[in-house]
């Protein structure tokens, strides 16, 4: 098109200059008016396809986060579980220590220790027993001897 206006620039005159230019702006005038019809034609077509390729992305990604989100939530809770028990274990040995130091500090001061009392209550229990059946024992003897008389 510009050669055409220099071509006729250099041809001819004014006068075929001015309806040359006169005939390209209505052209380019034209081509707008086509243009932007096509656009407001096709246009809403353009949208509606984008907006509904806005909403498959928008699912799909939606679906990505929550899957996401729940990989880290399980290994989240993975983790706490593991520090929780980490943190019990800790806790428990800790307390096997204590407990420990508890019981030699009572053992050399001479405190009976939990075990060496209930030893002495089976003891006595055995004691008791042996007693018992040995005071009976005579009894019984003495009561046959009477009734065989």
Same mark, same amino acid.
């Given at each position: 098109? =510009?050669?055409?206006?220099?071509?006729?620039?250099?041809?001819?005159?004014? %006068?075929? /200059?001015?309806?040359? =230019?006169?005939?390209?702006?209505?052209?380019?005038? /034209?081509?707008?008016?086509?243009?932007?019809?096509?656009?407001?034609?096709?246009?809403?077509? =353009?949208?509606?396809?984008? #907006? %509904?390729?806005?909403?498959?992305?928008?699912?799909?990604?939606? %679906?990505?986060?929550?899957?996401?989100?729940?990989?880290? $939530?399980?290994?989240?809770? %993975?983790?706490? $579980?593991?520090?929780?028990?980490?943190?019990?274990?800790?806790?428990?040995?800790?307390?096997? #220590?204590?407990?420990?130091? =508890?019981?030699?500090?009572?053992?050399?001061?001479? #405190?009976?220790?939990?075990?060496?009392?209930?030893? /002495?209550?089976?003891?006595?229990?055995?004691? $008791?027993?042996?007693?018992?059946?040995?005071?009976? $024992?005579?009894?019984?003897?003495?009561?046959?001897?009477?009734?065989?008389?």
């Amino acid at each position: 098109m =510009v050669r055409k206006l220099k071509a006729l620039a250099d041809n001819a005159g004014d %006068k075929q /200059l001015v309806k040359t =230019v006169r005939d390209s702006a209505q052209q380019i005038w /034209l081509a707008g008016l086509g243009a932007f019809a096509k656009a407001q034609a096709e246009g809403s077509k =353009v949208f509606d396809a984008l #907006v %509904k390729e806005g909403k498959i992305i928008n699912n799909r990604t939606r %679906k990505v986060a929550e899957s996401k989100v729940s990989e880290m $939530t399980n290994t989240l809770g %993975k983790m706490a $579980t593991k520090a929780t028990n980490q943190a019990t274990g800790s806790w428990d040995k800790l307390e096997q #220590v204590f407990e420990d130091r =508890v019981a030699r500090a009572l053992n050399r001061i001479g #405190v009976p220790t939990n075990n060496d009392i209930n030893n /002495l209550a089976k003891r006595v229990e055995e004691l $008791t027993a042996s007693v018992q059946k040995l005071t009976r $024992t005579p009894a019984k003897k003495a009561a046959k001897r009477k009734a065989a008389k």
